[in-house]
Protein backbone atom coordinates (compact mmCIF):
# COMPACT_ATOMS: atom_id res chain seq x y z
CA UNK A 1 0.00 0.00 0.00
CA UNK A 2 2.91 2.33 0.98
CA UNK A 3 4.72 1.56 -2.52
CA UNK A 4 1.80 2.33 -4.33
CA UNK A 5 0.60 5.68 -3.14
CA UNK A 6 4.77 6.92 -2.95
CA UNK A 7 4.09 6.10 -7.32
CA UNK A 8 0.99 8.21 -7.18
CA UNK A 9 2.64 10.79 -5.18
CA UNK A 10 2.40 14.39 -6.72
CA UNK A 11 -0.19 12.81 -9.62
CA UNK A 12 -3.88 13.57 -9.31
CA UNK A 13 -6.88 15.17 -11.29
CA UNK A 14 -5.41 17.97 -14.00
CA UNK A 15 -7.83 20.21 -12.96
CA UNK A 16 -6.31 20.55 -8.78
CA UNK A 17 -6.24 24.32 -8.54
CA UNK A 18 -2.57 24.33 -8.53
CA UNK A 19 -2.55 22.95 -12.27
CA UNK A 20 -5.28 25.46 -13.14
CA UNK A 21 -3.74 29.09 -11.60
CA UNK A 22 -0.37 27.95 -13.00
CA UNK A 23 -1.02 27.28 -16.28
CA UNK A 24 -3.93 30.47 -15.98
CA UNK A 25 -1.28 32.50 -15.35
CA UNK A 26 0.94 31.67 -18.41
CA UNK A 27 -1.83 31.80 -20.95
CA UNK A 28 -3.34 35.18 -19.51
CA UNK A 29 0.53 36.44 -20.65
CA UNK A 30 0.03 34.64 -23.55
CA UNK A 31 -2.96 36.09 -24.43
CA UNK A 32 -1.69 39.40 -23.54
CA UNK A 33 1.01 39.85 -25.66
CA UNK A 34 -1.58 39.55 -28.92
CA UNK A 35 -3.64 42.03 -27.11
CA UNK A 36 -1.48 44.70 -26.34
CA UNK A 37 -0.89 44.81 -22.86
CA UNK A 38 1.14 48.37 -21.80
CA UNK A 39 1.32 50.95 -18.80
CA UNK A 40 -2.54 51.95 -19.38
CA UNK A 41 -3.62 48.28 -18.23
CA UNK A 42 -5.30 49.06 -14.68
CA UNK A 43 -5.68 46.34 -12.21
CA UNK A 44 -9.36 45.84 -13.19
CA UNK A 45 -7.94 44.80 -16.77
CA UNK A 46 -5.25 42.94 -15.37
CA UNK A 47 -7.94 40.79 -13.33
CA UNK A 48 -9.64 40.41 -16.13
CA UNK A 49 -7.39 39.33 -18.34
CA UNK A 50 -5.84 36.68 -15.39
CA UNK A 51 -9.49 35.48 -14.92
CA UNK A 52 -9.60 34.58 -18.80
CA UNK A 53 -6.20 32.76 -18.61
CA UNK A 54 -7.38 30.59 -15.75
CA UNK A 55 -10.91 30.04 -17.75
CA UNK A 56 -8.87 28.84 -20.82
CA UNK A 57 -6.41 26.76 -18.34
CA UNK A 58 -9.82 24.76 -16.67
CA UNK A 59 -10.98 24.29 -20.31
CA UNK A 60 -7.24 22.57 -21.62
CA UNK A 61 -6.91 20.70 -18.08
CA UNK A 62 -10.53 19.49 -18.79
CA UNK A 63 -10.13 17.77 -21.63
CA UNK A 64 -6.62 16.51 -21.13
CA UNK A 65 -8.32 15.13 -17.81
CA UNK A 66 -10.86 13.40 -20.28
CA UNK A 67 -8.63 12.28 -22.30
CA UNK A 68 -6.81 9.95 -19.76
CA UNK A 69 -9.65 8.86 -17.78
CA UNK A 70 -10.87 7.52 -21.76
CA UNK A 71 -8.04 5.76 -22.25
CA UNK A 72 -7.93 4.06 -18.29
CA UNK A 73 -11.34 3.22 -19.45
CA UNK A 74 -10.30 1.40 -22.73
CA UNK A 75 -7.44 -0.37 -21.22
CA UNK A 76 -9.70 -2.41 -19.02
CA UNK A 77 -8.64 -2.58 -15.99
CA UNK A 78 -10.63 -5.89 -14.44
CA UNK A 79 -10.73 -8.24 -17.45
CA UNK A 80 -13.50 -10.66 -17.48
CA UNK A 81 -11.29 -13.32 -17.09
CA UNK A 82 -11.05 -12.16 -13.09
CA UNK A 83 -12.49 -14.16 -10.57
CA UNK A 84 -13.39 -11.46 -8.14
CA UNK A 85 -15.35 -13.03 -5.74
CA UNK A 86 -11.96 -14.97 -4.00
CA UNK A 87 -10.58 -11.92 -1.75
CA UNK A 88 -7.51 -13.67 -2.40
CA UNK A 89 -7.33 -13.09 -6.62
CA UNK A 90 -9.01 -9.10 -5.62
CA UNK A 91 -5.58 -9.17 -3.50
CA UNK A 92 -3.55 -9.93 -6.28
CA UNK A 93 -4.99 -7.70 -8.98
CA UNK A 94 -4.96 -4.79 -6.32
CA UNK A 95 -1.44 -5.50 -6.37
CA UNK A 96 -0.92 -5.66 -10.21
CA UNK A 97 -3.21 -3.15 -10.72
CA UNK A 98 -1.14 -0.20 -12.50
CA UNK A 99 -1.89 3.76 -13.45
CA UNK A 100 -2.79 6.55 -10.88
CA UNK A 101 -5.64 8.23 -13.21
CA UNK A 102 -9.18 8.38 -10.95
CA UNK A 103 -10.70 5.24 -12.58
CA UNK A 104 -7.61 3.74 -11.23
CA UNK A 105 -7.59 4.61 -7.74
CA UNK A 106 -11.27 4.13 -7.43
CA UNK A 107 -10.73 0.49 -8.59
CA UNK A 108 -7.71 0.66 -5.84
CA UNK A 109 -9.79 1.62 -3.13
CA UNK A 110 -12.74 -0.93 -3.51
CA UNK A 111 -10.46 -3.62 -3.88
CA UNK A 112 -8.11 -2.99 -0.98
CA UNK A 113 -11.97 -2.98 1.25
CA UNK A 114 -12.86 -6.49 -0.55
CA UNK A 115 -10.10 -7.82 0.36
CA UNK A 116 -9.43 -6.54 3.54
CA UNK A 117 -12.56 -8.18 4.61
CA UNK A 118 -15.25 -5.78 3.99
CA UNK A 119 -18.51 -7.22 2.87
CA UNK A 120 -20.43 -6.82 -0.66
CA UNK A 121 -22.58 -4.09 0.56
CA UNK A 122 -20.32 -2.01 1.97
CA UNK A 123 -18.11 -2.06 -1.32
CA UNK A 124 -20.93 -0.82 -3.11
CA UNK A 125 -21.38 1.82 -0.13
CA UNK A 126 -17.82 3.01 -0.86
CA UNK A 127 -18.25 3.17 -4.81
CA UNK A 128 -21.04 4.78 -4.66
CA UNK A 129 -20.05 7.68 -2.04
CA UNK A 130 -16.74 7.80 -4.43
CA UNK A 131 -19.06 8.58 -7.40
CA UNK A 132 -21.08 11.52 -5.15
CA UNK A 133 -17.49 13.33 -4.75
CA UNK A 134 -16.21 13.37 -8.03
CA UNK A 135 -19.99 14.80 -9.19
CA UNK A 136 -19.95 17.20 -6.24
CA UNK A 137 -16.48 18.19 -7.32
CA UNK A 138 -17.33 18.25 -10.87
CA UNK A 139 -20.44 20.39 -10.67
CA UNK A 140 -18.56 22.88 -8.58
CA UNK A 141 -15.38 23.26 -10.26
CA UNK A 142 -17.93 24.42 -13.63
CA UNK A 143 -19.62 26.79 -11.74
CA UNK A 144 -17.04 28.27 -10.54
CA UNK A 145 -15.26 28.54 -13.57
CA UNK A 146 -18.89 29.84 -14.98
CA UNK A 147 -19.08 32.83 -12.32
CA UNK A 148 -15.39 34.23 -13.01
CA UNK A 149 -15.91 34.01 -16.84
CA UNK A 150 -18.85 35.62 -16.35
CA UNK A 151 -17.52 38.52 -13.56
CA UNK A 152 -14.66 39.02 -16.16
CA UNK A 153 -17.26 41.70 -18.22
CA UNK A 154 -17.36 43.57 -14.86
CA UNK A 155 -13.56 44.32 -15.21
CA UNK A 156 -13.96 46.65 -18.06
CA UNK A 157 -11.86 44.72 -20.27
CA UNK A 158 -11.58 44.38 -24.12
CA UNK A 159 -14.14 43.81 -26.23
CA UNK A 160 -11.74 41.08 -27.52
CA UNK A 161 -11.91 39.35 -23.83
CA UNK A 162 -15.03 39.81 -23.38
CA UNK A 163 -15.59 37.75 -26.93
CA UNK A 164 -13.46 35.10 -25.75
CA UNK A 165 -14.56 34.42 -22.43
CA UNK A 166 -18.04 33.87 -24.02
CA UNK A 167 -16.80 31.23 -26.19
CA UNK A 168 -15.05 29.70 -23.07
CA UNK A 169 -18.32 29.75 -21.42
CA UNK A 170 -19.99 27.75 -24.13
CA UNK A 171 -16.82 25.05 -24.80
CA UNK A 172 -17.07 24.99 -20.80
CA UNK A 173 -20.15 23.68 -20.79
CA UNK A 174 -19.54 21.23 -23.39
CA UNK A 175 -16.71 19.75 -21.51
CA UNK A 176 -18.82 19.85 -18.57
CA UNK A 177 -21.15 17.41 -20.13
CA UNK A 178 -18.74 15.43 -21.99
CA UNK A 179 -17.25 14.93 -18.38
CA UNK A 180 -20.56 13.61 -17.03
CA UNK A 181 -21.17 11.34 -19.47
CA UNK A 182 -17.72 9.88 -19.31
CA UNK A 183 -18.33 9.69 -14.87
CA UNK A 184 -21.71 7.71 -16.20
CA UNK A 185 -19.86 5.00 -18.05
CA UNK A 186 -17.13 4.96 -14.73
CA UNK A 187 -19.79 4.07 -13.09
CA UNK A 188 -21.16 1.44 -14.76
CA UNK A 189 -18.03 0.18 -15.73
CA UNK A 190 -17.32 -0.58 -11.73
CA UNK A 191 -20.72 -1.50 -11.11
CA UNK A 192 -20.91 -4.59 -14.30
CA UNK A 193 -16.92 -5.24 -13.57
CA UNK A 194 -16.38 -4.86 -9.77
CA UNK A 195 -19.76 -4.96 -7.83
CA UNK A 196 -21.57 -7.59 -9.64
CA UNK A 197 -18.53 -9.86 -9.30
CA UNK A 198 -18.18 -9.39 -5.76
CA UNK A 199 -20.09 -11.01 -2.53
CA UNK A 200 -20.62 -14.55 -3.39
CA UNK A 201 -19.23 -15.84 0.03
CA UNK A 202 -22.06 -14.11 1.94
CA UNK A 203 -25.38 -15.79 2.73
CA UNK A 204 -28.60 -14.89 1.18
CA UNK A 205 -29.92 -12.70 2.90
CA UNK A 206 -26.13 -10.65 2.56
CA UNK A 207 -26.81 -11.40 -1.21
CA UNK A 208 -29.86 -10.16 -1.39
CA UNK A 209 -29.09 -6.99 0.56
CA UNK A 210 -25.74 -6.54 -1.49
CA UNK A 211 -28.07 -6.91 -4.36
CA UNK A 212 -30.22 -4.12 -3.19
CA UNK A 213 -27.25 -1.92 -2.03
CA UNK A 214 -26.03 -2.41 -6.13
CA UNK A 215 -29.10 -1.82 -7.08
CA UNK A 216 -29.37 1.97 -4.99
CA UNK A 217 -25.84 2.41 -5.85
CA UNK A 218 -26.78 2.33 -9.57
CA UNK A 219 -30.21 4.49 -9.18
CA UNK A 220 -28.54 6.99 -6.75
CA UNK A 221 -25.35 7.81 -9.25
CA UNK A 222 -28.16 7.83 -12.06
CA UNK A 223 -29.86 10.42 -10.33
CA UNK A 224 -27.26 12.31 -9.38
CA UNK A 225 -25.55 12.63 -12.69
CA UNK A 226 -28.88 13.85 -13.98
CA UNK A 227 -29.26 16.47 -10.97
CA UNK A 228 -25.66 17.51 -12.05
CA UNK A 229 -26.43 17.80 -15.93
CA UNK A 230 -29.87 19.66 -14.46
CA UNK A 231 -27.91 22.38 -12.23
CA UNK A 232 -24.82 22.90 -14.56
CA UNK A 233 -26.85 23.92 -17.83
CA UNK A 234 -28.95 26.02 -15.12
CA UNK A 235 -25.61 27.61 -13.91
CA UNK A 236 -24.65 28.13 -17.54
CA UNK A 237 -27.76 30.24 -18.05
CA UNK A 238 -27.80 32.32 -15.33
CA UNK A 239 -24.21 32.58 -16.38
CA UNK A 240 -24.88 33.51 -19.71
CA UNK A 241 -27.71 36.42 -18.39
CA UNK A 242 -24.89 37.78 -16.15
CA UNK A 243 -22.46 38.20 -18.71
CA UNK A 244 -24.93 39.60 -21.38
CA UNK A 245 -25.70 41.71 -19.11
CA UNK A 246 -22.16 42.83 -17.98
CA UNK A 247 -21.60 42.94 -21.43
CA UNK A 248 -24.18 44.96 -22.59
CA UNK A 249 -22.99 47.53 -19.90
CA UNK A 250 -19.41 46.88 -20.67
CA UNK A 251 -20.76 48.37 -23.95
CA UNK A 252 -22.56 50.95 -22.96
CA UNK A 253 -19.90 52.34 -20.90
CA UNK A 254 -17.34 52.10 -23.84
CA UNK A 255 -19.60 54.14 -25.88
CA UNK A 256 -19.57 56.83 -23.17
CA UNK A 257 -15.96 56.50 -23.11
CA UNK A 258 -15.35 56.73 -27.03
CA UNK A 259 -18.03 59.85 -26.94
CA UNK A 260 -16.27 61.87 -23.81
CA UNK A 261 -12.75 61.06 -25.92
CA UNK A 262 -14.48 62.86 -29.07
CA UNK A 263 -15.47 66.00 -26.90
CA UNK A 264 -11.77 65.89 -25.97
CA UNK A 265 -10.39 65.94 -29.44
CA UNK A 266 -12.90 67.98 -30.53
CA UNK A 267 -11.72 70.62 -28.09
CA UNK A 268 -8.37 69.99 -28.59
CA UNK A 269 -8.52 70.73 -32.19
CA UNK A 270 -10.44 74.14 -31.22
CA UNK A 271 -7.37 74.96 -28.93
CA UNK A 272 -5.12 74.15 -32.11
CA UNK A 273 -7.04 75.92 -34.27
CA UNK A 274 -7.38 79.33 -31.79
CA UNK A 275 -3.12 78.70 -31.74
CA UNK A 276 -2.14 78.70 -35.43
CA UNK A 277 -4.40 81.57 -35.16
CA UNK A 278 -2.65 82.97 -32.68
CA UNK A 279 0.55 82.26 -34.45
CA UNK A 280 -0.06 84.13 -37.69
CA UNK A 281 -1.22 87.35 -35.82
CA UNK A 282 2.40 87.04 -34.58
CA UNK A 283 3.72 86.19 -37.65
CA UNK A 284 1.77 89.56 -39.56
CA UNK A 285 3.10 91.73 -36.49
CA UNK A 286 6.57 90.97 -36.95
CA UNK A 287 6.50 91.46 -40.56
CA UNK A 288 5.06 94.97 -39.19
CA UNK A 289 7.62 94.96 -36.99
CA UNK A 290 10.23 94.62 -39.43
CA UNK A 291 8.84 96.95 -42.06
CA UNK A 292 8.79 99.69 -39.19
CA UNK A 293 12.47 98.62 -38.70
CA UNK A 294 13.08 99.16 -41.80
CA UNK A 295 12.00 102.50 -42.38
CA UNK A 296 13.66 103.67 -39.13
CA UNK A 297 16.39 102.29 -40.78
CA UNK A 298 15.61 104.36 -44.19
CA UNK A 299 15.02 107.46 -41.87
CA UNK A 300 18.36 107.41 -40.03
CA UNK A 301 20.06 107.08 -43.21
CA UNK A 302 18.11 110.38 -45.03
CA UNK A 303 18.85 112.33 -41.36
CA UNK A 304 22.67 111.44 -41.98
CA UNK A 305 22.87 112.30 -45.62
CA UNK A 306 20.57 116.03 -44.77
CA UNK A 307 23.26 116.47 -42.05
CA UNK A 308 26.39 115.88 -44.58
CA UNK A 309 24.25 118.37 -47.70
CA UNK A 310 24.03 120.87 -44.22
CA UNK A 311 27.88 121.02 -43.19
CA UNK A 312 28.84 120.86 -47.67
CA UNK A 313 26.56 123.85 -47.84
CA UNK A 314 27.91 125.68 -44.75
CA UNK A 315 31.74 125.20 -46.19
CA UNK A 316 30.02 126.57 -49.77
CA UNK A 317 28.96 129.26 -48.00
CA UNK A 318 31.88 130.12 -46.18
CA UNK A 319 34.12 129.71 -49.22
CA UNK A 320 31.89 132.23 -51.13
CA UNK A 321 31.75 135.08 -48.42
CA UNK A 322 35.53 134.57 -48.23
CA UNK A 323 35.49 134.80 -52.08
CA UNK A 324 33.36 137.83 -52.39
CA UNK A 325 35.80 139.87 -49.45
CA UNK A 326 37.56 143.26 -50.64
CA UNK A 327 41.16 142.63 -51.69
CA UNK A 328 43.81 145.19 -51.15
CA UNK A 329 46.66 144.66 -53.70
CA UNK A 330 49.89 145.73 -52.66
CA UNK A 331 53.10 145.66 -55.08
CA UNK A 332 56.25 145.85 -53.69
CA UNK A 333 59.59 147.00 -55.32
CA UNK A 334 62.44 144.31 -54.92
CA UNK A 335 65.94 145.83 -55.17
CA UNK A 336 67.95 143.97 -58.28
CA UNK A 337 70.96 142.32 -56.74
Known amino acids: MENRKSKCRGYGMFTGILWVVALGIVLGAAIGIPIGVDK ?22 SILDWLVQVRALCSNPLPDDL ?106 YIDSHLLARIGNDT ?21 GLAD ?15 ATVQITKAQGDAAAQVAKAQDKVAEQ ?26 GVTVTDEFKSMLGELRRHLAESDQLLKNAAKPRTIRLVEKDNE
Open 40 to 61: TWDVSKLSALLATGIGLAYVVL
Open 83 to 188: DLSERTVAGERLAALKGCTPLHRHIRRLLAAWAAGASGPQVAAMAGHQMLRVLVLLVAETAAVLALLAGCASFGPPQVLLTLGTGLMALLLVVAIARLQLASHLAG
Open 203 to 223: PAAAGVEFAQAVAKSVADSTA
Open 228 to 242: AQAKTAEQLAKAQQV
Open 269 to 294: LGRVTELASSIDNIFKLQQAVDGTLK
